[in-house]
């Protein structure tokens, strides 16, 4: 059974935009008391009111339970990316190439947080921050982890790098 090296778990934080978002609920619910407060009211506009009010909602679910979750071991990388992988995808330590921490800027290289791809940066899986574990596996495919402990995490791949003998 592999030894746990590091294991870290990232939620979204979204501080100030919760303002933003019920602002943006107050909005729509007043829309639709508007709809109401008159002698006849357009079903449409009720609908559509409601729908966007359901969709919004969705997608602020969704952020809540949105967690990246990785954990190192001596024989391998694994990472998570709730809810959208319900499995974690496993990177052996022996297809690794190169492996560093570095500093990146998140809208710049991949276009956001979350996960991203883009064909000169390669994919990247990230909540928040500007650090994370880049990865070049041997198949010459990037891949970045996003991490809110970087000096654990520095620990560690030290410790992988003398083991494994990685660059």
Not at 71 to 94: A, C, T, V
Not at 110 to 122: A, N, T, V
Not at 139 to 154: R, T, W
Request: aromatic share 16%; with cysteine; charged share 25%.
């Amino acid at each position: 059974m592999p030894n746990i090296y590091f294991k870290e778990s990232q939620k979204v934080n979204l501080g100030w935009k919760w303002i933003l978002f019920l602002g943006l609920y107050a909005l729509m619910i007043w829309a639709l008391l508007e709809q109401f407060s008159e002698q006849k009211y357009d079903v449409t506009g009720v609908v559509s009111i409601v729908f966007s009010i359901c969709v919004f909602a969705f997608f602020n679910i969704l952020i809540l339970c949105m967690k990246l979750e990785v954990e190192i071991n001596n024989e391998s990388i694994n990472f998570r990316f709730k809810p959208f992988y319900l499995n974690p995808r496993i990177i052996e330590i022996k297809d690794i190439d190169k492996i560093y921490i570095r500093e990146f800027k998140p809208y710049f290289e991949y276009g956001g947080h979350g996960i991203q791809r883009k064909f000169k940066y390669g994919r990247s899986y990230t909540v928040s921050g500007k650090i994370g574990l880049q990865l070049v596996l041997k198949n010459d495919k990037k891949i970045l982890i996003g991490s809110q402990k970087p000096k654990e995490l520095a620990a560690i791949i030290d410790k992988i790098k003398t083991t494994y003998k990685i660059i």
